[in-house]
């Protein structure tokens, strides 16, 4: 193994770790999740909840030599006070605490199996791009697309997860509700709206990126988003970022709109002899979930996330 090549500056708490390996049948995890505990009982991330997250907890919380194992299993039966019916492992890990970084949101991490079986994260990405640890570790992490044991099964890869680019038009009451709602899910949002008034940056949460302008000439210079959806103060406006967007590579267009509105650009769209793309969703948002701000953007949400759990977006 390579000598560590890079290490974080910044010891902060002690991390210890549960990382979900394996899963067999219906089970309300998969594999790649975890929680971790730091020295001043802060819990972070979870392996699904109920009885096995608790033992787990505790398994943590009480380490010695006796009940640190390489890893523990879980029959989710009613014996544990679970019938998902399913099975899960779950590999106990010691991390150093340079290695705390690696815990932030969006950070990858590369885990070493030792001949007992034990898992040592030796490597990984923060999620600014910083890389830490051993090179070896680093290279398989890079290619890794999804969390698994790599070719030999001596190391374990946990890549950050893919996120989805969103542009969102209109900064108008739904648009605010969607950020707000949609922060935390592996979604990197960028808001467009040229009313100043509207884009104040007290308004949203920190992660998304507010920009003061709807005009195509600035975004044609810049490299598209996955997702784009529409939700202006204007029809005329809505319409016009329609037919432009209509011909981009998208993987997901939504337009907030009524039955009639979305009817109208339809017509315009075939009377202009433009596409009607199959990623065209409008109106967007799931149906019959109801009108206010909240509502819709809850609607609209659940269908992105719908979407992505099908695969569309990979």
């Not at 939700?231 to 337009?255: I, K, R």
Request: hydrophobic share 45%; glycine share 8%.
């Amino acid at each position: 193994m390579n000598t560590l090549i890079q290490l974080s500056k910044h010891h902060s708490r002690v991390i210890t770790e549960a990382l979900v390996v394996q899963v067999q049948g219906s089970a309300p995890t998969a594999i790649g999740r975890s929680v971790a505990l730091r020295d001043d009982n802060h819990v972070l991330g979870t392996v699904g909840g109920g009885h096995m997250e608790y033992s787990v907890l505790n398994l943590l919380r009480n380490r010695d030599k006796k009940n640190w194992h390489a890893r523990v299993e879980f029959v989710l039966g009613t014996k544990d006070d679970q019938c998902c019916g399913g099975r899960v492992a779950i590999a106990l890990v010691d991390v150093q605490p340079f290695f705390a970084e690696l815990y932030a949101s969006g950070a990858a991490r590369s885990y070493h199996v030792d001949e007992r079986g034990y898992l040592h994260l030796i490597a990984g990405i923060t999620n600014n791009g910083q890389r830490l640890g051993d090179s070896v570790a680093l290279n398989l992490l890079e290619t890794a697309s999804v969390p698994e044991f790599s070719v030999h099964g001596d190391y374990f890869l946990l890549p950050a997860p893919q996120q989805q680019t969103v542009w969102i038009f209109g900064a108008g009451h739904v648009g605010r509700a969607f950020t707000r709602l949609a922060v935390g899910l592996d979604f990197q949002i960028t808001l467009y709206d040229d009313r100043p008034e509207w884009t104040d940056p007290a308004d949203f949460p920190k992660e998304v990126v507010l920009t003061n302008s709807c005009d195509q000439s600035v975004i044609k210079e810049l490299k598209c988003a996955n997702i784009v959806l529409i939700m202006t103060y204007s029809h005329a406006l809505d319409y016009a970022l329609l037919e432009y967007f209509a011909d981009q590579p998208l993987l997901y267009l939504g337009v907030i709109a009524s039955e009639s509105k979305a009817a109208r650009f339809r017509h315009q769209l075939i009377r202009a002899a433009r596409p009607i793309p199959d990623f065209l969703h409008m109106p967007m948002g799931l149906p019959g979930i109801g009108k206010k701000p909240m509502e819709i953007a809850v609607s609209i949400l659940a269908e992105l996330l719908q979407l992505r759990h099908k695969g569309v977006f990979s």
